[in-house]
């Protein structure tokens, strides 16, 4: 009986072309081609080479999203998306080109030196691509509010009362003008502008409400939200980004995957530790960032623990009062703040991997709803 042989596919994805690189068993020679990035001759491709062996293919992830993949796996073929930052490059190669990109996936993938990412299924990609969409607009509101306020500072009027974009601040705003009309003008389209963001910005917020009361995410939700400077918000964020967080066996596979552990730089018996690595989920990275600098504050239960059990809201409270100690032992060390946040919020992953792993069951058969455990 013939021995069916493995055939690896490597594929550099772009909008109008693919590019593939075939490995057949342990040959080192391979086949290369490419075509238009179409779906019904790249599944007229795939079907060839499933009539000659078990085909498993591979390519970055990147713009083109998960959508080949999903194609193909509806055929039957095995295909895996690969992390960029993880992908092992040469320090001395210089040269870049679609083929030999591809090349390197497929014998890299033959190899077992590629690191797959975990793929959303549609519900969830979709849920974070609307917390993705208001991250956007949050970013464009503060640009807007930045060019305003630009505008009324090289006029010499600066707001010196209560905070900015107070009650006060904007009936101040509202009052403004100007005695040139093009300056008028100028300003009412920056404060339209302002005004028509914000609006957007309360429409997707309340959309994401919507959906942090529904399943599977009302429960880890409400479970993170359990945890100081964590609100609705923010704990659908981190939720839609890091989906299934069983995936980690550890907190600092966790901590890891949010890039919030420090590099490293070791040659023989010295060792040289760096910044924070920044790889992987920056949306989720800046979230808890943000959320560390609320445990500078002494611990103080609040109104979002109310629902939880006992044991979430001790472990809620155990966080808030290490974070707080950890909070005030670098500032007596006089260590810089941002340093403090970055650590604090590397030790509130651990609290988050235990609230959701260790402090929960084994999920539903769905394979995304949680249950809280009493």
Not at 237 to 265: C, N, V, W, Y
Request: some cysteine; proline content about 5%.
């Amino acid at each position: 009986m013939k021995e069916t042989i493995t055939i690896t596919v490597g594929m550099d994805v772009h909008k109008d072309s693919i590019s593939f690189c075939v490995l057949r068993g342990d040959d080192r020679t391979f086949d290369e081609s490419r075509m238009a990035n179409e779906l019904k001759p790249v599944l007229q491709f795939f079907r060839k080479l499933q009539k000659q062996g078990d085909v498993r293919a591979c390519y970055e992830a990147g713009p083109c999203g998960y959508e080949l993949r999903r194609q193909l796996e509806k055929i039957k073929i095995h295909c895996d998306v690969i992390a960029p930052s993880l992908i092992p490059r040469a320090s001395g190669d210089r040269i870049k080109t679609d083929q030999r990109d591809a090349r390197k996936l497929a014998k890299a993938y033959r190899a077992g030196d590629l690191t797959p990412i975990r793929i959303p299924n549609e519900d969830e990609e979709s849920v974070r691509d609307l917390v993705r969409c208001r991250e956007d607009i949050a970013e464009d509101l503060r640009r807007e509010q930045h060019r305003l306020l630009k505008f009324l500072l090289r006029r010499g009027r600066v707001w010196r009362d209560t905070g900015h974009w107070s009650k006060a601040h904007w009936s101040w705003l509202n009052s403004q003008k100007f005695e040139h009309r093009e300056a008028q003008v100028t300003f009412d389209e920056y404060l339209v502008r302002l005004k028509c963001t914000l609006e957007r910005r309360a429409a997707l917020e309340k959309e994401l409400d919507k959906v942090a009361e529904k399943e599977p995410w009302k429960p880890v939700v409400d479970t993170l939200s359990c945890l100081r400077g964590i609100k609705t918000i923010a704990a659908l964020t981190i939720a839609a980004e890091i989906q299934d967080f069983r995936r980690f066996r550890s907190p600092k596979q966790l901590m890891s995957f949010l890039g919030l552990t420090p590099s490293i730089h070791a040659s023989a018996d010295k060792a040289r530790r760096g910044g924070i690595t920044k790889a992987g989920n920056a949306h989720a990275r800046r979230i808890l960032v943000e959320a560390a600098w609320h445990y500078r504050f002494r611990p103080n239960p609040h109104a979002r623990m109310r629902g939880a059990t006992a044991t979430i809201q001790a472990h809620a409270m155990k966080a808030q009062r290490r974070l707080y100690e950890r909070f005030k032992s670098f500032d007596e060390k006089n260590k810089p703040r941002q340093l403090t946040v970055i650590a604090v919020a590397r030790e509130l992953v651990g609290f988050i991997w235990a609230l959701l792993v260790k402090l929960t069951p084994e999920p539903t058969p769905n394979g995304r709803t949680y249950t809280i455990r009493p």
